[in-house]
C-alpha cells in the first residue's frame, strides 16, 4: 500500500489500524526473549501446518482392549429430575450460552456462527484466524463456550440416570454435525488449544458417563464410538502440537495440560496416550507450583481463574488417583493451599470478592442446582478429599457436582466430618499472593470480613487479568456485602466498559489526578505496572492491621506515593482507613467505595449510611478544604456506578466519590463503623 492509498483510506479504518499497530508494539514490548522466541518457532510452524507439511496425520487403529476407570460416577445420588429439565432443553435445542438464555443454536447447530452477534466466523486456518476481530468472528467468548461442549456432560447425565436414548441422540447429531462443520485445523474451533483441551474435558466427562469404550451404548454404536475417538485423537494431536509454553497467559498452559492428561487417561487406545498423560502431568507438576503461590493465591490474581484452574487440578487430581497416577504432595497441598485461600476470603454468606477478570468460564458443568455456588462447590469436594471438617463448614452440604466427582459414598464420607470440633481460626495473611483478612466473628451472623489487596498486578509481564486495584478493599457484615470489587463485566477488546471495570475508578482505592494506578497498553496489557506491598500486618484479639503502599503514581512529573493503612478495632466494630499521599505540588485526589447493588445510601448529620436489608453501616469521609462528595449510580457518562456479577452484565449500583485537590503530604481518615448484626 503506497501513501496515497492510506491517504484515501477511511479514517475509521486508518484508526483502526494504528489500534492495532500500537497493540501489537505494546505486546512485543512485553515479551519476554523466550516468547518472542517462541513464538517465532510458531509462525513457522503455522506456515508449515497450513501448507500441510506437518500435521495430524493418519488416525491409527485404536486398540479397545486398554481400557482405565472412570473417575466421573454414574452412580451419583443426585435429584434426576433436575437433570431431566435440563437435557430436555437441549435435546430440544435450546441452550444457554453465558449471558444468553435459550439460545436457539440451530439444526444441525451452526458451531462456527457466534450465538451473541449472528456473525459466522470463516473456514480459514485456524492458527491464522483473527479471534479478537469482532468483525470476523464476532464475540469469540460466545462462540467458543458453545462449542466448549458442555451440554455434552448434562445430556449424559441425564442418560446416566433415566438410559433414555433421546439424549444419546442428541450428543450424536451434536457431534456428528460438529465434526463436518469444523474440519480439523479450520475455523475459529480450532485456533486454540485451550478450547480444544476444554472441549476434550467435557467429551472425557460425557463418554464416562454414557460408558466408555466398553459400556453398552459405544459398545452397540460402533460408528459413534468411532467418529468420538478419531476427534479426540485429533484434538490431543493439536494440543500437543500447539501447547502455550512461553505465552503470557499462563493459566491457558493448565488447561491445555489438563486436557492431555485426561485425554490420555480416557482413550488409552493408542499408543500416543501414554505421551499425551506424561506430557500433561509433568506440566501440571511443574506450573501447579510455578501459577500458584505458596499460599494458595493464583497468580492472575483472578477469583474466577482461582476456581476455574482449582478446577482443572482437582479433576487431573481425581482421574489420575482412580488410575494409578499419583500426582506428588507438593501438588497436593499447592491444592490444598488454594482451598484455604477460597475458605479465607468468603464470608459467612458464600461470598468471594470479584477480583481481577472474569468470563464466568468453568471447565465442565456437572450441576444443575439452581443455587449451585461454584466456590462452595470446590469446597465441598475439598472437604471429602482432604478430610477437612473446616472446609466443611464453609461448604455448608455437599452439592451435586461433588457428588458426580466422588461417588455414591461421597454423602457419607461428607456426614463423617467433624465441623465444629476441627474448627481453626481462619488464615488471615497471605502474604505472598498480596491479600490480607481483617475481621471478627468469623463465619457467624455477626461476622466482620474486609479483604485488603497489595498484591501484584497479575501475572507475567503483561498482568493480562489484572485489575488497577491495588490497596483496595472489600467489607462484609454479617453475611452481607457492602462493599464490593465490582467485578469484570466486559472482555471485548475494543469495549469501554472493559477499560472501567480493570481500572483504578472501579475498585475501593484512591485515584491520583483521574489516572490508573498501571498504564494500559491493552485491553490485555499493561505497560508500566504500579508496584504493591504490604509493609505491616499484625493481628490480635482486639485488632487487626494492615498497612501497605505502591509506586503507580511516581511515574507522575510530581511524584505521588500513597500509602494506606487500614485497621478494625473488633470490640468497638470501627474500621478505620487512612491514606497517606507524599506529593510537593496539588493533585486531584478521589477517594472510591462501591457499594452493592442491594444497598442504598443515605445522608444523617455529615455521614453516609449504607444500608442493605434493613441493617446499616455508617461511613464517615475525611474533612478537607474545598472536598466533594458525590453520589453516582447506573451513570454511562461517565461510566461509574455498576457491579458485574456475571459475564457481559451489569447492574446499577451506588458508588461514592470523595473528591479534593491536595498539595503536600497529606493524610486522609475514613471511618466505617459497624454495629451488631446478631
Not at 141 to 159: E, G, I, M, P, S
Not at 378 to 385: D, E, I, M, P
Request: proline residues 4%; neutral net charge.
Amino acid at each position: 500500500m503506497d501513501a496515497s492509498e492510506h491517504r484515501n483510506l477511511a479514517p475509521g479504518v486508518r484508526s483502526g489500524l494504528k489500534d492495532r499497530l500500537r497493540l501489537a508494539l505494546n505486546r512485543l514490548r512485553c515479551m519476554t526473549p523466550a516468547e518472542l522466541a517462541w513464538r517465532a518457532a510458531r509462525a513457522l510452524q503455522v506456515r508449515a501446518e497450513r501448507a500441510r507439511l506437518i500435521g495430524a496425520g493418519e488416525i491409527p487403529s485404536p486398540d479397545l482392549g486398554r481400557l482405565t476407570r472412570p473417575w466421573v460416577h454414574a452412580d451419583a445420588r443426585v435429584d434426576a429430575a433436575r437433570y431431566v429439565v435440563a437435557a430436555d432443553r437441549i435435546a430440544d435445542g435450546w441452550i444457554d450460552v453465558l449471558a444468553l438464555q435459550r439460545v436457539d443454536i440451530g439444526s444441525p447447530p451452526r458451531w462456527n456462527r457466534d450465538p451473541k452477534t449472528g456473525i459466522e466466523a470463516p473456514l480459514a486456518f485456524g492458527k491464522t484466524l483473527d479471534c479478537t476481530d469482532p468483525d470476523v468472528v464476532g464475540d469469540i467468548r460466545y462462540l467458543w463456550h458453545l462449542n466448549r461442549h458442555q451440554h455434552f456432560v448434562t445430556l449424559a447425565q441425564a442418560y446416566a440416570l433415566t438410559g433414555r436414548k433421546r439424549y444419546t441422540e442428541a450428543m450424536r447429531e451434536h457431534l456428528e454435525s460438529w465434526f463436518f462443520a469444523c474440519p480439523r485445523g479450520l475455523g475459529a474451533n480450532w485456533a486454540s488449544a485451550l478450547e480444544a483441551a476444554l472441549r476434550l474435558v467435557n467429551w472425557s466427562v460425557a463418554w464416562q458417563l454414557v460408558g466408555g469404550a466398553g459400556g453398552g451404548l459405544l459398545r452397540d454404536n460402533a460408528e459413534l464410538r468411532l467418529l468420538w475417538m478419531r476427534l479426540a485423537y485429533q484434538h490431543a494431536r493439536f494440543i500437543r502440537g500447539w501447547l502455550s509454553l512461553h505465552s503470557a497467559a499462563n493459566h491457558r498452559l493448565i488447561g491445555e495440560a489438563a486436557g492431555l492428561f485426561i485425554a490420555g487417561l480416557t482413550w488409552p487406545h493408542w499408543s500416543e496416550a501414554r505421551a499425551w498423560l506424561s506430557a500433561g502431568k509433568a506440566i501440571l507438576e511443574r506450573e501447579a507450583l510455578a501459577q500458584v503461590s505458596s499460599d494458595g493465591v493464583h497468580r492472575d490474581q483472578s477469583a474466577c481463574y482461582q476456581q476455574g484452574v482449582l478446577d482443572l487440578l482437582v479433576f487431573c487430581l481425581l482421574a489420575g488417583k482412580a488410575n494409578g497416577e499419583w500426582f506428588s504432595p507438593h501438588y497436593e497441598s499447592r491444592v490444598e493451599a488454594m482451598l484455604d485461600f477460597v475458605a479465607s476470603t468468603m464470608d459467612a454468606g458464600g461470598r468471594v470478592p470479584m477480583l481481577g477478570d472474569s468470563d464466568d468460564s468453568s471447565a465442565t458443568r456437572l450441576s444443575a442446582e439452581e443455587d449451585f455456588c461454584p466456590l462452595r462447590s470446590a469446597l465441598a469436594t475439598g472437604a471429602v478429599l482432604f478430610r477437612r471438617g473446616d472446609f466443611k463448614l464453609k461448604a455448608k452440604r455437599l452439592d451435586d457436582k461433588s457428588r458426580w466427582l466422588l461417588g455414591a459414598q461421597a454423602d457419607a464420607t461428607f456426614a463423617e466430618l467433624e465441623a465444629e470440633k476441627t474448627r481453626l481460626p481462619p488464615r488471615q495473611s497471605f502474604p505472598e499472593g498480596g491479600y490480607f483478612v481483617l475481621g471478627c466473628d468469623f463465619d457467624t451472623p455477626n461476622e466482620v470480613r474486609v479483604v485488603a489487596d497489595a498484591g501484584p498486578l497479575g501475572a507475567g509481564p503483561a498482568a493480562a487479568h489484572g485489575h488497577a486495584d491495588a490497596l483496595s478493599f472489600t467489607l462484609s457484615a454479617g453475611g452481607r456485602e457492602f462493599l464490593v470489587d465490582p467485578g469484570a463485566c466486559a472482555w471485548h477488546g475494543r469495549s469501554r466498559w472493559r477499560e472501567y471495570f480493570r481500572g483504578t475508578l472501579a475498585h475501593n482505592t484512591l485515584r491520583v489526578d483521574g489516572l490508573d494506578q498501571s498504564v494500559s497498553g491493552g485491553a490485555f496489557l499493561w505497560l508500566k505496572k504500579a508496584r504493591a506491598e504490604s509493609s505491616l500486618w499484625l493481628s490480635s484479639a482486639e485488632k487487626d492491621t494492615f498497612e501497605g503502599w505502591h509506586d503507580g503514581y511516581l511515574r507522575l512529573e510530581d511524584p505521588v506515593k500513597h500509602r494506606r493503612l487500614i485497621e478494625l478495632d473488633k470490640r468497638a466494630r470501627r474500621l478505620v482507613i487512612e491514606d497517606t499521599l507524599e506529593m510537593d505540588e496539588d493533585h486531584e485526589v478521589e477517594l472510591l467505595f462501591h457499594c452493592s447493588e442491594r444497598c442504598s445510601v443515605e445522608n444523617q448529620n455529615g455521614c453516609l449510611r449504607i444500608v442493605r436489608e434493613g441493617r446499616a453501616i455508617v461511613l464517615r469521609l475525611p474533612q478537607a478544604s474545598g472536598c466533594v462528595v458525590q453520589l453516582y449510580r447506573g451513570c454511562v457518562a461517565p461510566i461509574l456506578g455498576w457491579v458485574s456479577r456475571a459475564f457481559d452484565a451489569r447492574e446499577a449500583a451506588t458508588t461514592i466519590v470523595w473528591q479534593a485537590r491536595l498539595a503536600g503530604r497529606t493524610a486522609l481518615r475514613t471511618e466505617i463503623l459497624i454495629p451488631n448484626f446478631a
